[in-house]
């Protein structure tokens, strides 16, 4: 059998790239019976058809490191979560949904401010500032800045990564650049709504020339608020978690009670005050949906 990894899925038929190029295959019954779908991201056995060798059938799906529900997606190990620094603006509660979402599917995120070119080095600081302390890696990239590029293509090698973020803040652009073989579709912004259009129609693993895999996505994916309770949430912003052993009381949420030790890293500046808002939007969402 033939050992590779499932790129592309559609309509039950799954591509696989091996050392044999690239096979389209599909998946035997016994995977139906017992409930389970091949995934792009797979890595999986193949056994070629008699008939025909660029053809094949899947006959095993190796054990998953991890498995993304909103892409259907397996074994990542990273995700750049790509916002642009402005046109349009970046929602950071989003962001901070997205990130989130990351360590839920155990993934490590990477904050990816693009377009840099459209803003001084000021608001590129301000960007820094919110993230301070909070031990996430985060790069700013421009299509015009070749150094940038380099950087994220560093990050990317030998890597599967995620790429993810709202539409037109120029995912497909970035990947376009650092690897000319792609030609993904890219979508220009609305000037009414300042949104995207939606280019990436389903989830695909790109191979990179210089060593790894990408996966574009289609739109973008956030975490449900009921896949954690208002008292996990601290534990998704790192920085608030760590000054919550100031707190008086051991379960501060660090809203209205007194003696809060994050309220006073918030008032030193040690912490984000947009960072604190999200988490008090995020912990009030999450409380209206599961009422103790």
């Not at 409930?35 to 094949?56: A, M, Q, W």
């Amino acid at each position: 059998m033939i050992q590779g990894i499932i790129i592309r899925g559609v309509g039950g038929n799954y591509y696989v790239d091996t050392d044999k190029g690239i096979i389209e295959c599909r998946a035997r019954g016994l995977f139906r019976n017992q409930n389970i779908k091949p995934l792009v991201g797979d890595y999986v056995l193949i056994r070629l058809t008699e008939e025909d060798n660029s053809c094949g059938y899947i006959e095993e799906i190796m054990e998953r490191k991890n498995e993304m529900k909103r892409p259907s997606v397996s074994n990542i190990d990273q995700i750049i979560i790509v916002f642009a620094v402005k046109n349009p603006e970046p929602s950071f509660l989003l962001l901070d949904k997205l990130l989130i979402a990351s360590e839920i599917n155990n993934l490590n995120p990477i904050i990816c401010f693009n377009k840099c070119d459209l803003v001084d080095e000021e608001c590129i600081s301000k960007y820094k500032e919110i993230y301070k302390n909070t031990g996430y890696k985060i790069i700013f990239t421009s299509m015009y800045n070749k150094n940038l590029l380099d950087e994220l293509i560093d990050i990317l090698k030998d890597k599967v990564t995620l790429f993810s973020g709202p539409s037109g803040v120029g995912k497909s652009s970035l990947m376009n650049l650092i690897d000319n073989g792609f030609k993904l579709k890219t979508g220009e912004i609305s000037d009414k709504l300042k949104r995207g259009k939606h280019t990436t129609r389903h989830a695909e693993i790109y191979k990179l020339n210089f060593g790894g895999f990408a996966v574009d996505t289609p739109g973008f994916s956030s975490f449900d608020v009921n896949e954690i309770d208002f008292d996990e949430l601290t534990d998704f912003y790192p920085e608030i978690k760590a000054h919550s052993e100031n707190c008086r009381f051991n379960n501060c949420i660090h809203d209205k009670e007194p003696s809060c030790g994050v309220k006073k890293a918030l008032e030193d500046k040690e912490i984000s005050e947009i960072r604190y808002n999200n988490y008090i939007k995020l912990l009030y969402e999450i409380k209206s949906n599961k009422p103790y």
